[in-house]
């Protein structure tokens, strides 16, 4: 069982920016794949990004590209989603999860393991 916490959702606006982190309570952790998926009201939980942690491989979705990263630091367990250029559209509960292996997925059924969320909104 792998335990994730995310932190550092709040209100900001367009154009500004936020880092959401994402603490794995497990060091095996570092071999999984981590993602980042957001829900809007109304709306099915989709895909942001993920990186393999071992590889250092990362995918995004084409909506975040060049404005959303994500890294990860080994020695905390963490992985980050550095978000800027954020738009109203971005406003959703930012979910963190995690699965087993390298390959970055991004069929959110294919994550084993999920955060509590945090809320991200932008104001206009």
């Given at each position: 069982?792998?335990?994730l916490?995310?932190?550092?959702?709040?209100?900001?606006?367009?154009?500004?920016?936020?880092?959401?982190?994402c603490a794995?309570?497990?060091?095996?952790?570092?071999?999984y794949?981590?993602?980042?998926?957001?829900q809007?009201?109304?709306?099915?939980?989709?895909?942001?990004?993920?990186?393999?942690?071992?590889?250092?491989?990362?995918?995004?979705?084409?909506?975040?590209?060049?404005r959303?990263?994500?890294?990860?630091?080994?020695?905390?367990?963490?992985?980050y989603?550095q978000?800027?250029?954020?738009?109203?559209?971005?406003?959703?509960?930012?979910?963190?999860?995690?699965?087993?292996?390298?390959?970055?997925?991004?069929?959110r059924?294919?994550?084993?393991?999920w955060?509590?969320?945090?809320?991200?909104?932008?104001?206009?």
């Amino acid at each position: 069982q792998v335990q994730l916490v995310e932190s550092g959702g709040g209100l900001v606006q367009a154009g500004g920016s936020l880092r959401l982190s994402c603490a794995a309570a497990d060091r095996t952790a570092r071999s999984y794949t981590m993602g980042w998926f957001r829900q809007a009201p109304g709306k099915e939980r989709e895909f942001v990004g993920a990186i393999s942690w071992s590889g250092g491989t990362t995918n995004y979705a084409d909506s975040v590209k060049g404005r959303f990263t994500i890294s990860g630091h080994n020695a905390k367990n963490t992985v980050y989603l550095q978000m800027n250029s954020l738009k109203p559209e971005d406003t959703a509960v930012y979910y963190c999860a995690a699965r087993p292996g390298m390959l970055v997925i991004t069929d959110r059924t294919k994550y084993d393991y999920w955060g509590q969320g945090t809320q991200v909104t932008v104001s206009s």
